[in-house]
């Protein structure tokens, strides 16, 4: 069975932000069909798309899975919703964020995902992990390395490492 290295982006802003992270990369690491193979480090960043709301930490996870897109991603949610994640506002505050970033060159999109990650190119948040775990790594649409889409991005919100280690 063929499998695909996916890039899974993780976010909180409320609660014990931390603790969220590690308990959704823990889940992910749990599911069957996936082979969690590392995580970024640990990031504060100021908060997108919706400001004036608590900074997040963020990181980015690599996993292997034989499932698609639409599998993955309803996986994530029910992850999303076991760990407490409550409906918010569009880029509102969370407990916990995962979204599916790349999903090895494929370039996808239908009623439920989209892959690559419609707002990846302007995300400096999800950019700055990538490029620290695979910045050779290719966005298939736009055909630049994750090392040259954080250095062109124009969002200039602050995305600081921390010295949190996810470690599961």
């Avoid at 034989?66 to 599998?71: D, F, I």
Wanted: aromatic share 8%; hydrophobic share 40%; with cysteine.
């Amino acid at each position: 069975m063929k499998t695909y290295s996916v890039f899974i982006g993780l976010g909180s802003n409320v609660g014990d932000r931390f603790k969220h992270l590690v308990a959704a990369a823990r889940e992910i690491k749990n599911l069957p069909e996936v082979k969690y193979i590392w995580s970024s480090s640990v990031y504060d960043t100021d908060p997108w798309g919706q400001p004036g709301q608590a900074r997040f930490l963020n990181a980015v996870v690599e996993v292997e899975t034989s499932l698609g897109p639409r599998e993955l991603l309803q996986k994530i949610k029910e992850i999303e919703a076991r760990l407490g994640r409550t409906t918010t506002d569009r880029w509102g505050p969370r407990e916990i964020d995962c979204d599916i970033l790349l999903y090895e060159g494929l370039v996808h999109k239908d009623d439920v995902v989209q892959v690559p990650h419609v707002d990846l190119e302007q995300r400096r948040f999800a950019l700055v992990p990538l490029r620290e775990i695979a910045p050779e790594l290719v966005h298939p649409v736009s055909g630049m390395t994750m090392e040259e889409l954080a250095a062109s991005c124009s969002d200039r919100g602050k995305v600081l490492m921390t010295s949190y280690k996810i470690n599961v």
